[in-house]
């Protein structure tokens, strides 16, 4: 066991030498110098820098992916989150959130489902890349100056996936709508979940989106938002991992 003379002796021993400390409050190596109080910031307690991501109306697009009728009969709680898409697209309509819509090989896989009016969106494009980052909504995203996306839909782990590393890649801030996004197997829902979290996109849900643009009951849209979102939303199987 070691006395605390010893550690004492240790420690100033590696101070007057001048050898690189590792020390773990502040996180880095640092050289001892006798002469310095080196009292550790409250700071410098971190270990990780925080990831903190917040909605700004003027700097925020809205991204539906592939909610198109041909999936309907085989994503798990489709209707659930056509609900929840519905609740995002009419939000951010009142909000005046940019909407790009995209729509999977549409010629095979149908449009976007009539439950959710599109009529106000930027663009809705068709594709054949997994990704929604084609160059047509790029320059959506150039030409408005915006630098976050919050993105739902399908699937949760391919077109949802993929967009999110591409539009992390190119440094934009990515906000997944949890409870809007699916997948036929929800364990995939489940991977692709922990996939984007490594990747430093923020998971949230569809309130929480809603009421972090309006900041606050004063805003001037807050009664026609809080119409959206009254009623409680549908479980979309957050709690349930099963295929």
Partial sequence: MFSLSSLLFTYTSFQTSGVPLRNPYFGKDTVSDPGVNRRPHIGSLQMAKRHISRLVANRTAFFCCDMQEAFRANIKYFSEITEIARRMIEGGKILDIPLVVTEQYPKGLKHTVKELNISHAAGTFPKTLFSMVIPEVENI????????????????????????LDLRERDYEVHIVADGCSSRALSDRVLAYERLKQAGCIMTSCETVLMELLGSKDHAKFKEVQKVVMDRAPSTGLDRTES
């Fill in 141 to 164: 995203l150039t030409e408005k100056k915006l630098n976050t996306v919050v993105l739902f839909g399908i699937e949760a782990h391919v077109c949802v996936l993929h967009t999110a």
